[in-house]
């Protein structure tokens, strides 16, 4: 079965400091991968999407870049945080083919900006 | 643009209670519409519905999507505290490209013992 898993669970950083979120799924091949973002009592904001190695689309111009080195990993970074980019980060994925479109999320990231 | 629009934004009722949840979309070639359930973390998905008309069941959990009105409802009969959560409703349309989801603002549904 597949698994996808996000780290770190939560986050504190400072205004102007870099981030790296992480994102792993197993169990499949050539996922579709997903960045959103969740402002609190909102719903979720496609930021990024990648289907497939080195194929990143941005949805909204931001303060954040994505990359995907390997198959199975997706990457969020930034190189100086706002405190705009404080909220809840999910990744999710999809299975390759286009027939089934349900996306599966990880357990997200709580990331503060103070 | 693709919009989905959920009603209503929050929810109090008591165990046992009947809930419906709205969810009213513009989309462009539409393809389906889901329905996600969110409770600490991550959502969880319930159902994918592409054909008008057809009601999607899972225990005491129903949707139903009507294609003409452009719209969906969740049903959740007999509830029980274990079903508050925020649901969330979205929408796949051919114009957003590959697999693409523009998701609603949720509806927030506490269930009281």
């Known amino acids: 079965s597949q698994t996808i898993h996000q780290w770190p669970a939560t986050l504190v950083q400072p205004v102007g400091s870099p981030l790296s979120l992480e994102c792993t799924v197993e169990g499949t091949s050539n996922p579709n991968l997903y960045w959103y973002r969740q402002a609190a009592g909102r719903g979720l904001q496609l930021l990024f999407y990648s289907v497939g190695i080195g194929q990143i689309s941005s949805e909204v111009p931001q303060n954040l870049s994505a990359s995907r080195p390997q198959d199975r990993q997706f990457i969020l970074s930034s190189k100086k945080l706002l405190l705009s980019d404080s909220g809840f980060y999910l990744c999710a994925w999809s299975p390759p083919d286009r027939v089934r479109l349900e996306q599966y999320f990880g357990p997200g990231t709580r990331l503060t900006v103070t | 643009e693709d919009k989905v629009v959920q009603s209503p934004l929050s929810l109090v009722v008591h165990e046992g209670d009947t809930v419906t949840l709205n969810c009213s979309y513009e989309v462009t070639n539409f393809r389906s519409l889901l329905w996600y359930k969110q409770e600490k973390k991550a959502p969880t998905f319930l159902f994918m519905l592409?054909?008008?008309?057809i009601e999607k069941k899972s225990g005491r959990l129903s949707s139903i999507l009507d294609k003409k009105e452009l719209f969906s409802i969740l049903n959740i009969t007999a509830t029980q505290t274990g079903d508050s959560a925020v649901y969330l409703c979205?929408?796949?349309?051919?114009?957003?490209?590959?697999?693409?989801?523009?998701f609603g603002q949720g509806t927030r549904l506490t269930i009281n013992p």
């Open positions: 979205a929408v796949k349309g051919i114009s957003q490209g590959a697999q693409k989801l523009v």
């Open positions: 592409t054909s008008s008309g």
